[in-house]
């Protein structure tokens, strides 16, 4: 099932920085972990980052200390900051969610994010 849960991509210039929503209002009272994964053209979709439902959040190695995730509770709104944005960070963003009332995940459709060198 692939919902519209993201929003926030864009163009931007290499050294910008750009933050991506993921929308956990539907799921919120299923406290879910919600991950984030990109797929560049090409390549295979890729881990980013996820913030799980105890806070806890893990990072890729490639975008440890430049992305940052966190949460909204109020707005049921997970954000993806990114800052220092590389060219190599060009790719479809998406957001999952994994419900622990259904013990399943529900996957966004997509934002893309393009950095111009």
């Known amino acids: 099932m692939l919902l519209e849960l993201e929003s926030g991509g864009g163009r931007v210039q290499a050294g910008g920085s750009l933050r991506l929503s993921c929308r956990t209002r539907e799921y919120a009272f299923c406290n879910p972990d919600v991950t984030w994964y990109r797929q560049a053209p090409g390549k295979e979709r890729e881990f980013v980052s996820e913030?799980?439902?105890?806070?806890?959040?893990t990072y890729a190695d490639s975008v440890k200390g430049r992305f940052s995730v966190s949460q909204d509770t109020a707005k049921a709104t997970v954000f993806l900051q990114m800052s220092s944005l590389k060219s190599e960070d060009t790719a479809t963003y998406y957001c999952k969610i994994f419900s622990y009332c259904t013990n399943e995940d529900v996957w966004g459709r997509g934002t893309q994010v393009t950095v111009s060198s």
């Open positions: 913030i799980a439902n105890d806070g806890t959040t």
